[in-house]
């Protein structure tokens, strides 16, 4: 279980560093990163985040905050201090 986030007007870097982003488990609001891993796919819009394997999942009715900050990114913002994409945790 995991998220998928896709940007089409930016390309992540080849590899996103551990204090790059933030995993944000909304239920007991922690950060839950080191549960995770993460990788670019090779055209570099779009990232992949998964447990780590038998670590767990993030249960029903909950939602996940992944903040990204700008050098996680090919080319940096001026004036943004991060992004941030909120995605609830529910299959579809």
């Known amino acids: 279980m995991g998220v998928v986030i896709t940007v089409s007007d930016k390309q992540f870097t080849p590899v996103i560093r551990d204090d790059q982003i933030a995993i944000i488990e909304e239920k007991h609001d922690r950060d839950i990163k080191d549960s995770m891993e993460w990788t670019v796919d090779s055209d570099r ?3 992949r985040i998964v447990f780590k394997p038998g670590v767990g999942d993030f249960g029903s009715g ?17 004036g943004v201090n991060y992004y941030e994409w ?3 945790t529910d299959p579809l």
């Not at 992944?66 to 080319?75: M, Q, T």
């Open 86 to 88: 909120r995605i609830p």
């Open 45 to 47: 819009h779009t990232l």
């Open 62 to 78: 909950n939602t996940v905050t992944v903040r990204l900050f700008p050098r996680a990114f090919e080319s940096v913002s001026e």
